[in-house]
């Protein structure tokens, strides 16, 4: 049996976006082109008291985001998308163990997600052109977005090595099956 094409999308939200974010039009075509080919899409938000609640502007996703109605969303209030969340059991619930992961922030969010997901035995590629960050005091947004891809690449997870793959040879290889 083929397995269900997911896609985890992290925190493209309008109060994440208030710091400039690298290729942010880029970066929102690129996962739209995802959620399109996806059959379950699974939206993380980040929710906090003082700032990205519930229910507000800031707390809603991007507008220019692609939305399937038939979406799943998780809220958290860690960099971890799977710290207290729904999200593991969401994920059983719907027999996923495979999933492309995207999103912001690449080096907080998304390599939280990535590195808790590998550890619990999910299969994970990373949309290596479809995560974005802020320029930081130690590099700008465009070092580390190349730097953590190489990270990932080389992550040693012996019987569950994670994949880094652009967003053309994923929808290639989902198109194939």
Known sequence: MQSRRAVIVVDMQNGVFTTPRSDREGCTA??????????VVIFIQHTAEDELREGSDDFALLPELNLPTDAFYV???????????????????????DF??????????????????????????????????????????????RHYNDVWRSFIAPANPPQVLPVSQILAAWQAN
């Open 75 to 97: 809220t958290k209030t860690a960099c971890d998308a799977f710290y207290r969340t729904s999200l593991e059991a969401l994920l059983r619930e719907q027999n996923i163990r």
């Open 100 to 145: 492309v992961l995207c999103g912001c922030a690449t080096d907080y969010c998304v390599d939280a997600t990535f590195k808790n997901g590998v550890s619990r035995g999910y299969r994970i590629t990373v949309a290596e052109d479809a995560h974005t960050t802020a320029n930081r005091a130690a590099a700008p947004a465009d070092v580390l977005i």
């Open 30 to 39: 690129r996962i739209n082109a995802l959620t399109q080919a996806a059959d």
